[in-house]
């Protein structure tokens, strides 16, 4: 298997042992045709070891790692802005369930209060009934 990393998303994607053995061009196409990323896109970090230290060599890594920071830095800015907007949906539900709470307690007091002057007209009609049932015969 050949392991390639996905910077951007952080992911592991395996490929075919059998793409070893072609050229590095059949491998970024091979990459760009399941990933969609574009072949000069692609870090070939390993190739970058390699080099020969020479002014080109120092320019290319530069290169690579300025690629890096800022793909780091857009992904350490969109984990940020995620942690925030987590942390305000749970401002929001903590809201909300006070709210529930307070509506919980408002309807207890009026189920109460109904429920007592419920009882109160019951017994006041049974005391003193206004009304007399006439039966059919």
């Not at 230290?53 to 890594?61: D, E, G, I, L, W």
């Not at 300025?66 to 830095?73: G, L, V």
Request: glycine fraction near 4%; include cysteine.
């Amino acid at each position: 298997m050949i392991y390639v990393f996905l910077v951007d998303t952080g992911t592991m994607m395996t490929f075919d042992m059998n793409l070893a053995l072609e050229s590095v061009e059949v491998v970024k196409g091979a990459i760009h045709n399941v990933v969609k990323v574009p072949p000069d896109k692609q870090a070939q970090v390993e190739g970058c070891l390699n080099m020969p230290a020479t002014y080109n060599s120092v320019v290319a890594r530069t290169q690579l790692a300025q690629q890096f920071y800022e793909h780091a830095s857009e992904v350490t800015r969109t984990c940020r802005q995620l942690v925030h907007n987590q942390h305000l949906q749970q401002q929001g539900w903590a809201v909300v369930l006070g709210n529930l709470e307070d509506v919980v307690a408002a309807f207890r007091a009026r189920h109460d209060a109904f429920q007592q002057n419920f009882v109160i007209s019951v017994a006041g009609r049974r005391r003193s009934p206004c009304f007399t049932f006439l039966k059919r015969t």
